[in-house]
């Protein structure tokens, strides 16, 4: 007797161990560990993966046995399956959230629901219910209260059943396709039978003798003049068969050219000879690769990339979700052609499908791509490499909050590879392990043929608000309009970090809020509507003030289109290019913007955090980042860190070639240390300042920290729930473990729940998860009154 160990789909801690359900005999064969299958679940059917099979159970009672396979071969291997385990653990979420994290967007599962009327009179009776149809699919119709419960009478009357409908989102695209049927010899005997005006005939045979394994897509006949028509003849004679081949979608815009490994410098031979020889001696080793903007880090990752596959083991390769460029991603495609998939948000849940297919299948040996991409089932890894480590897209802010870097290291365990973590103003936590030897260091500390960093020029906008009221210093305009007669490029970024444009009335002071949250609206001048970036809530924009009627009323702040605005006003014959989440939103707008830019068919890119990083445009030669300290005003103790890092990365964006480049900060802080250090690209001095900071302040990295948040529709339940989980944590940790709150989140009310938060800070707390965990558990059996409580483990936000 065989039996399926299941994860099944609720997310519980009473299902976060396998269920146990047989397999019946005409299954028997066909299943295994890392498959999802439809399993019974009380009165349901549901979901689930098989984490193991067993040939005996806990169980007790009798078993049930497994209705239907989703997947016909498993969909996750076993380290996936293993790693799931650890990361349930590590980040206080259920296996089955991490599970189904790991595969991408378009296998995911879901159940429609599904009305059926048991009879045409019901049917007919209940016109609303059914608008014609025998079948509804209950969750898109909006059924009112009242709809709703007639549906609820039919039910309970057992009149109308209920069924569900599980698909899957993303399918293989097949097309037909034509095989040779006959033998050589009767294709050849056909042919004495063709008439000499058949052309196309005559054609179809002679490819058919000189491809006699090849599959012909009818579009690439007709290419060669043969016809549907034409085909559909050779079929009724039996010369060739129908048959479907799978069609891979191709997820890359362009093809590349092939390019060459390039002869390196001494700091990036020595980098990539000691990364090569853990590849070559399985070594699991970490290193960080820190290395100045332009200082040739991508090539010592396409060199590593290049030796691991010499020992036929594969390659992962992940950006920030922000920097996944046409240009980084062509840069790898030049170098290993084919064997590169892709896996990036922006893709169809088509095209994400078959990236991640060809990869499970083994044809993909290097997979560049996002946070997301840490899961991508490669076997036999050789590398791992982190770019930009410090980027905090690598962190997944919703369940499983789970930081990439951690799995990334734990993958790379498990196969014996390296990791390299590679940036220019690495985290804390990283250059901090590194200065204790846990991690290897590597640098990389001039640019490439030891061009000049760019000149960096620091501007007071206390002192400019004074004189006039342009977004753009007297000195940045000066020098725009210097590089606009050279005939070279510019680039203007404004920190979008809490800068937002929002609407306010100049005689009451009226400011639109969202109904559902504790935040003003944002203002899309594009839509012509005022949005809730939380909720999702969107109105019209108001001509006059709702409150006090006056016409009066305009918007505050400056978003990226009023900046595009301006500029032309002042510039009115540069060609000016913006790119933000507006105006990348359509798919391929990003790499047209970028390819506009750097066949210099505009003269001044503007945007958001999108331009500051990766982008490699020879012809700029000033960047000009007209608000320095929006982030430094968050209530966040990485906010400095933040601010280095993007101002020494924009700066990174000038100069890049034989020119050298410019750069103006324009700031109120002008004495703040991020800044100052920033404008000399200081990264050590700028290390040694934060870690006092953060030593003084008990923070990361001389401290660990957690973060519980719990929300409910009631913000009087929410806190008293919240000093409840105080007491107890308390009672149960050391008292060397500092609990700072609750305190309701800066944002207290989103979609209409309250938001309170506890910070835990510790350096060693061995009960801390057993802790946590029995909170989680408490937690749950009052899920009924509406109650969540998430806790993120190292959160990256604690606002
Ligand atoms: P980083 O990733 O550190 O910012 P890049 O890898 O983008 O730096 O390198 C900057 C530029 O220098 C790129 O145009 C790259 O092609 C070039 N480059 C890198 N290594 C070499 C080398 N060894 N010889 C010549 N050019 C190089
Ligand atoms: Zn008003
Ligand atoms: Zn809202």
Redesign the pocket.
């Known amino acids: 007797m065989q039996i399926a160990q299941v994860i099944v789909d609720i997310p519980t801690s009473q299902t976060n161990n396998p269920f146990s359900y047989l397999i019946p005999d005409n299954l028997s064969g066909q299943v295994s560990p890392g498959m999802r299958v439809q399993v019974p679940f009380g009165p349901r059917k549901i979901t689930g993966f098989i984490v193991a099979i067993t040939d005996r159970s806990e169980f007790q009672g009798k078993l049930k046995p497994i209705s239907s396979l989703v997947d016909l071969y498993p969909v996750i291997n076993q380290e996936l399956l293993e790693l799931a385990t650890w990361m349930a653990g590590q980040t206080y979420s259920f296996k089955i959230n991490c599970l189904q994290t790991m595969l991408p967007g378009g296998m995911r599962t879901k159940f429609k629901k599904k009305l059926i009327a048991k009879s045409d009179q019901i049917r007919d009776d209940n016109p609303q219910i059914f608008a014609g149809q025998n079948e509804v699919d209950y969750d898109r119709a909006h059924y009112s209260s009242n709809l709703l419960s007639q549906i609820l009478n039919l039910q309970k009357t057992d009149q109308i059943k209920v069924e569900y409908e599980l698909t899957i989102h993303a399918k293989p695209v097949m097309m037909a396709a034509f095989k040779r049927q006959m033998t050589p010899e009767a294709l050849k005997a056909e042919s004495q039978h063709v008439r000499s005006n058949a052309i196309a005939q005559q054609h179809l045979l002679k490819l058919l003798l000189d491809h006699p394994d090849e599959q012909f897509l009818q579009s690439k006949l007709n290419q060669k003049g043969i016809s549907s028509s034409t085909t559909r003849v050779a079929e009724q004679r039996g010369w060739i068969k129908k048959t479907q081949v799978r069609q891979i979608r191709n997820p890359f815009l362009r093809s590349v050219k092939k390019s060459q490994p390039l002869k390196l410098n001494a700091d990036q031979q020595a980098a990539v000879s000691q990364i090569n020889s853990a590849t070559s001696t399985k070594q699991n080793q970490i290193f960080l690769l820190e290395g100045v903007t332009g200082s040739g880090k991508t090539e010592v990752y396409l060199q590593s990339i290049a030796h691991a596959l010499s020992l036929g083991r594969t390659a992962l390769m992940l950006v920030p979700e922000i920097t996944l460029t046409p240009q980084i991603v062509g840069r790898i495609r030049s170098r290993f052609g084919d064997q590169v998939a892709m896996l990036h948000s922006a893709l169809s849940n088509g095209e994400r499908f078959d990236e991640w297919q060809r990869i499970n299948s083994g044809q993909a040996k290097v997979v560049v791509g996002v946070r997301s991409a840490v899961f991508a089932p490669l076997t036999n890894l050789g590398l791992i490499i982190i770019d930009e480590e410090h980027d905090s897209s690598y962190k997944q802010a919703d369940n499983p909050r789970y930081q990439t870097r951690d799995v990334a290291k734990w993958r790379a365990a498990y196969h014996h590879c390296p990791v390299v973590l590679g940036s220019a103003t690495p985290s804390l936590e990283s250059r901090a392990r590194a200065m204790k030897g846990v991690y290897r260091l590597l640098r990389l500390p001039h640019r490439i043929n030891r061009h000049a960093l760019p000149h960096v020029s620091i501007i007071d906008m206390k002192i400019e608000m004074a004189k006039h009221h342009s977004a753009l210093s007297t000195a940045l305009s000066t020098a725009i309009s210097d590089r606009l007669a050279k005939h070279e490029q510019i680039i203007l970024l404004l920190n979008r970090r809490g800068y937002s444009s929002f609407l306010m009335c100049r005689d009451c002071g009226y400011v639109p809020r969202?109904?559902?949250?504790d935040?003003s609206?944002t203002m899309h001048k594009d839509t012509g509507t005022l949005d809730?970036?939380?909720?999702?809530?969107k109105e019209p924009i108001p001509r006059v003030c709702p409150q006090c009627h006056s016409k009066r009323i305009g918007h505050y702040g400056m978003g990226s289109q009023q900046l595009e605005e301006q500029v032309k006003e002042m510039f009115p014959t540069a060609r000016v290019l913006r790119m933000d989440v507006d105006t990348t939103r359509r798919k391929g707008s990003h790499e047209a913007i970028i390819d506009k830019f750097g066949a210099h068919k505009a003269d001044i890119l503007l945007g958001t955090q999108m331009i500051a990083k990766g982008l490699d445009f020879p012809e700029v030669t000033l960047v000009g980042v007209l608000n320095a300290d929006s982030a430094l005003a968050f209530p966040d103790f990485r906010s400095s860190e933040r601010t280095f890092e993007l101002l020494t990365q924009v700066s990174g964006r000038a100069g890049r070639a034989d020119k050298t480049g410019e750069v103006f900060i324009q700031t109120f802080n002008p004495d703040h240390y991020a800044i100052q250090l920033a404008q000399t690209q200081d990264y050590e001095r700028f290390y040694a300042t934060e870690m006092r900071v953060r030593h003084d302040g008990k923070y990361p990295p001389y401290y660990f920290t957690v973060k519980l948040t719990g929300s409910s529709p009631n913000e009087n339940q929410t806190a008293a729930e919240m000093y409840a989980i105080l007491n107890f944590l308390k009672a149960n940790l050391s008292k060397m473990a500092i609990i700072l709150g609750p305190t309701p989140k800066t944002i207290t009310r989103?979609?209409n729940r309250y938001y309170y938060q506890i910070i835990i800070k510790y350096q060693n707390e061995p009960h801390l998860k057993a802790v946590l965990d029995q909170v989680l558990l408490k937690s749950q059996k009052k899920q009924r009154h509406g109650l969540q409580i998430a806790i993120d483990n190292e959160p990256l936000d604690f606002m």
């Not at 809730?532 to 809530?537: A, I």
């Open positions: 969202c109904p559902n949250c935040i609206l809730c970036h939380y909720c999702g809530h989103i979609n």
